[in-house]
């Protein structure tokens, strides 16, 4: 890496009078993999208290912590039995307060997660509902039917679950016989909730309330898009894995439905009341201009890019995503917030080191095409770099500033994620994202734990990706990551405007305020301007771009 920046960190603060939350760049935790304090292998707050100075150091505005509520862990967290509390194998609820004031000490707006679509099969709202009888108030809360056929049963429609197989589980009633069903999108142990019923929204505005009376900055709300259903829950025959499009013009009857925004505009209501700007982010897969519905001025305030996300490394497909992007959130006076690696995907160092297209959820195992891992993690810096310079929000996944690798040879009989089991072990799903950080490049879990026993096992090569082993390299990826945060805030580059610039086939090349940014995404190098100066680079630059390079120029 090449780079002159000697920019100053900002100084920790925080304004409770702007709107941080549109040029922010927010680094999600999840919290049983980022450190452990207690030795049992498993990650939780007091370890995130820990490692703040990490965040700190590294420049961001804030930090999203993915589900750290009681938990029966059938998805990762997301199958939530409680959500006024704290899990006891993350810590206390006096655990998450040091945390956000620590964190808030430090200058970090504190997010987290909101799973309003579904619940755990073990919340006690749930097993009331298995308990009464069909048409209960008890039942009302969920998505309870009949089934169909003569005995009913068929399930009450052909939706399929995220997660593989049908979206519908058969429950016994209390006299033994077969009874109705319930809908879950994703596993049978994360039942959806009826959003048509009142109790439901008014016990989510006191969930709500409950953590912005406790001090957090905001929310990030996963599976918003489907929390209204289409009336009579029709049939949908067509498959809603990815980016979520209509059909011949229809939306599929159970996403981005027209009720949704009446919630979204309550919720930003009850968020206006409190000072200090806390935001609502949107976890939406839709395409940008559904998305941006979303995220209108009395709605959410951001919601995740994934059509940029999944977009694979070529010129035309990343300028066209970037353009649309830019276009639909500018016609609602909203931020584009960009986004390449997360907890469900496989992270961009591996995504990127494949020549074709990736299923981004079906993960990989040891017998699969393993990703080039120099390519990869080349073309992630350089994504990274391309990423940073564009004007809105930002989302980085921990790991990613040191630049981990999926983990592609975990064995199958560690696997975790429901998938794996609900496809019939054909998808290996998203455990190779979720394996314990490196802090140091020694240890019995390279730092994360005291013990070598860790919930996913680490790979042996995880060593010199440890932030340890790269915290004083000038050439490492989490140096470059540094670098790229401080100077994006020196220059504004949030706020600014992209202009794009003429370039060769295969270069992107455009200007955000006083930065001049390439990538070079062809097989060759291609020269820099005449009267430039480079001020950082994803890669060495001479008086050339390297192919898979971004540099950030300005003129002498």
Known sequence: MTSADTTPPAPAHLAADDDWWRTAVIYQIYPRSFADSDGDGTGDLPGITARLDHLADLGVDALWLSP???????????????????????????????????????????VVDLVPNHCSSEHTAFRAALAAAPGSPERDLFHFRDGRGPDGGLPPNDWTSMFEGPAWTRVTEADGRPGQWYLHLFDPGQPDWNWDN????????????????????????????????????????????????????????????????DIFRAWRKLLDSYDGHRILCAEAWLPPERAARIIRPDEMH???????????????????????????????????????????????????????????????GADDPQPDRAAGLRRARAATALMLALPGSAYLYQGEELGLPEVTDLQDAARQDPVWERSGHRIRGRDGCRVPLPWTGQG?????????????????????????????????????????????????????????????????????????????????????????????????????????????????
């Not at 289409?230 to 159970?254: N, Q, S, Y």
Request: with cysteine; hydrophobic share 40%; charged share 20%.
């Open 198 to 261: 009142p109790a439901v929204r008014a016990d989510f505005e006191t969930t709500l309330r409950f953590w912005l009376d406790r001090g957090v900055d905001g929310f990030r709300v996963d599976v918003c898009d489907a929390l209204v259903k289409a009336d009579g829950l029709p049939d949908w025959p067509h498959p809603t894995h990815g980016v979520i499009e209509p059909v011949d013009g229809v939306m599929p009857p159970m996403w981005d439905q027209e009720g949704i925004h």
């Open 68 to 110: 750290f509520y009681p938990s029966p862990q059938r998805d990762g967290g997301y199958d939530v039995a409680d959500y006024r509390a704290v899990d006891p194998r993350y810590g206390t609820l006096a655990d998450f307060d040091a945390l956000l004031a620590r964190a808030h000490t430090l200058g970090i707006r504190v």
């Open 302 to 364: 951001q919601a995740f890019n994934f059509r940029f996300l999944e977009t694979p490394w070529e010129p035309d497909a990343l300028r066209a995503v970037i353009d649309e992007s830019l276009t639909a959130n500018d016609a609602v006076g909203a931020p584009t917030t960009w986004v390449l690696s997360n907890h469900d995907v496989m992270r961009h160092a591996s995504r990127f080191g494949y020549d074709g297209p990736v299923a981004l959820e079906h993960g990989v």
């Open 444 to 556: 019995p879990s390279f730092g994360f734990s005291d013990t070598p026993d860790t919930w996913l096992p680490q790979p042996s090569y995880y060593g010199p990706y440890a932030a340890e082993s790269q915290r004083d390299d000038p050439d490492s990826t989490l140096h470059l990551y540094r670098g790229l945060l401080r100077l994006r805030r020196h220059h504004r580059l949030g706020t600014g405007e992209l202009r794009w610039l003429s370039s060769p086939d295969g270069v992107l090349h455009f200007t955000n305020g006083a930065i001049e940014v390439m990538t070079n995404l062809t097989s060759q190098p291609v020269p820099l301007p005449p009267s430039r100066h480079v001020v950082i680079a994803s890669a060495a630059v001479t008086d050339h771009v390297a192919p898979d390079t971004t540099v950030w120029l300005v003129r002498d």
